[in-house]
């Protein structure tokens, strides 16, 4: 079965930082570029962050630009999204998600999603 | 910067056809792909390259893109089909790369 499981949400204050990871199963990880997606309460989805196949390759919102550093770990199936400096509009649910392709395209497969609290 | 313009809502009696809309400056140049959202869940993949659909989507769910707005249609509306929908794009002369529109909530009278 095809499968992202995220880990690392949490209850962090502003200014703080929290790495999130997210190991794909059930398909061949190195050939897929991936994203992650996140959903403030109540709110759309917004794309926060994406890495093609050649993790030269990284591009992020204009939002998340410079604080958030976005790393894939091909030997580990797994992907990190580094956040610093979080502020408190970055509170959310984040989802890894699998693109179709080996460039940012399509999301064909979602985590369960992992809730990051940003509060004092 | 690009948007995708979705409505807010839609409404439509089981087993009529849905129309889902997503505006944007000539998106038909582009890639469209839709996902449907169940409160509480993550977003499912329903139609992507404008017009395919994964493996496992029900025919029933179908895709078109032309000029200025790309479409999603249902058809033969049931209840389970109700959930926000959400366009999306790549848009590589924008700095924010990967756009979703603002999402439809398809209600099922």
């Known amino acids: 079965e095809v499968q992202l499981l995220e880990s690392g949400g949490g209850l962090v204050q502003p200014g703080g930082s929290l790495r999130l990871s997210c190991a794909g199963s059930?398909?061949?990880?190195?050939?897929?570029?991936m994203s992650w997606v996140r959903q403030a309460p109540g709110k759309g989805l917004e794309w926060v962050s994406g890495?093609?196949?050649?993790?030269?390759?990284?591009y992020y919102a204009d939002s998340v630009k410079g604080r958030f550093t976005f790393s894939r770990d091909n030997s580990k199936n797994t992907v990190y999204l580094q956040m610093n400096s979080l502020r408190a509009e970055d509170t959310a649910v984040y989802y890894c998600?699998?693109?179709?392709?080996?460039?940012?395209?399509?999301?064909?497969?979602w985590g369960q999603g992992t809730m990051v609290t940003v509060s004092s | 910067s690009y948007v995708l313009t979705q409505p807010p809502s839609v409404s439509v009696a089981p087993g009529q056809t849905a129309t889902v809309t997503c505006g944007g400056n000539?998106?038909?140049?582009?890639?469209v792909h839709w996902y449907q959202q169940k409160p509480g869940q993550a977003p499912v993949l329903v139609v992507y390259?404008?017009?395919d659909r994964p493996s496992g989507i029900p025919e029933r769910f179908s895709g078109s893109n032309s000029g200025n707005t790309a479409t999603l249609t249902i058809s033969r509306v049931e209840a389970g089909d109700e959930a926000d929908y959400y366009c999306?794009?790549?848009?590589?002369?924008?700095?924010?790369?990967?756009?979703f529109g603002g999402g439809t909530k398809l209600t099922v009278l």
């Open positions: 998600a699998k693109n179709v392709r080996g460039s940012i395209d399509a999301f064909d497969i």
């Open positions: 059930g398909f061949t990880f190195s050939t897929y570029a």
């Open positions: 890495i093609s196949v050649r993790a030269g390759s990284t």
């Open positions: 000539n998106i038909g140049s582009k890639s």
């Open positions: 390259d404008d017009s």
């Open positions: 999306q794009v790549w848009d590589s002369s924008s700095d924010h790369y990967v756009l």
